[in-house]
């Protein structure tokens, strides 16, 4: 059981380029969200999905695009990165009877 | 919508000390986390607290939710409790908001 995974470990991107962070549970959660962590500051919700089929837009939504691929997996994209979006990246998932989120690892995303 | 509050923002202590960490949130809310992202980023979740007491080891938890706070002490500090100590509470059924940390160094 590896709880929430993500993947890359580490990003390193030129302004513009474009890339998809991957996410996926095991623990056959509902509920999956997109998270992003600047220094200094708590997490920032960018988009999350109730559940399979669905997303909705969250706090900080703009320049970012997400697919709910399955149950599983909840991947995000970023269309033309922008220096602004050098952040840390949290993936979580919950199950839909339950309030208590899991967190991925994280991607340390680094847009130059 | 919500707000979390988090006091003090930094928080240096010996080995061997206990420490209160205090979370407020200006709006009643039905559920609340407390979470410890450690020195390399990993976020651990410590409690699921939306009222009343937990403990679990030398931490415990509680949330008075009618007077707007939580508190998370940790007993007989360790250097591997540093890092920071985040609160969010829960808006509707999906959202977490964020306080913006304790930071904890504990030193040998």
């Known amino acids: 059981n590896a709880g929430v995974t993500q993947t890359p470990k580490f990003q390193v991107l030129k302004t513009g380029q474009s890339m998809t962070l991957q996410c996926a549970q095991d623990m056959n959660h509902n509920s999956m969200y997109w998270y992003r962590q600047d220094p200094g500051m708590g997490l920032r919700l960018i988009y999350y999905?109730?559940?399979?089929?669905?997303?909705d837009k969250g706090e900080v939504p703009n320049g970012y695009n997400v697919s709910r691929l399955n149950k599983r997996e909840f991947s995000l994209r970023l269309e033309s990165a922008a220096p602004s979006q050098t952040s840390v990246y949290f993936c979580?998932?919950?199950?839909?009877?339950?309030?208590?989120?899991?967190f991925g690892p994280g991607t340390r995303l680094t847009v130059t | 919508g919500i707000q979390v509050e988090q006091s003090p923002p930094d928080l240096i202590l010996q080995e061997g000390a206990n420490s209160t960490l205090r979370c407020n949130f200006s709006?009643?809310?039905?559920?609340l986390q407390w979470f410890h992202q450690n020195p390399w980023g990993q976020l651990i979740n410590l409690f699921y607290?939306?009222?009343?007491?937990k403990q679990n080891g030398r931490l415990s938890a509680t949330t008075v939710a009618t007077e707007r706070y939580s508190l998370l002490y940790i007993s007989s500090s360790q250097t591997t409790d540093s890092g920071v100590y985040f609160c969010?509470?829960?808006?509707?059924?999906?959202?977490?908001?964020w306080g913006a940390g304790t930071k904890l160094i504990i030193k040998p």
């Open positions: 709006d009643s809310v039905n559920n």
């Open positions: 607290i939306p009222s009343g007491t």
């Open positions: 979580a998932s919950k199950s839909g009877s339950l309030y208590e989120q899991y």
């Open positions: 999905s109730a559940s399979e089929g669905t997303t």
């Open positions: 969010a509470a829960i808006e509707g059924n999906y959202q977490l908001i």
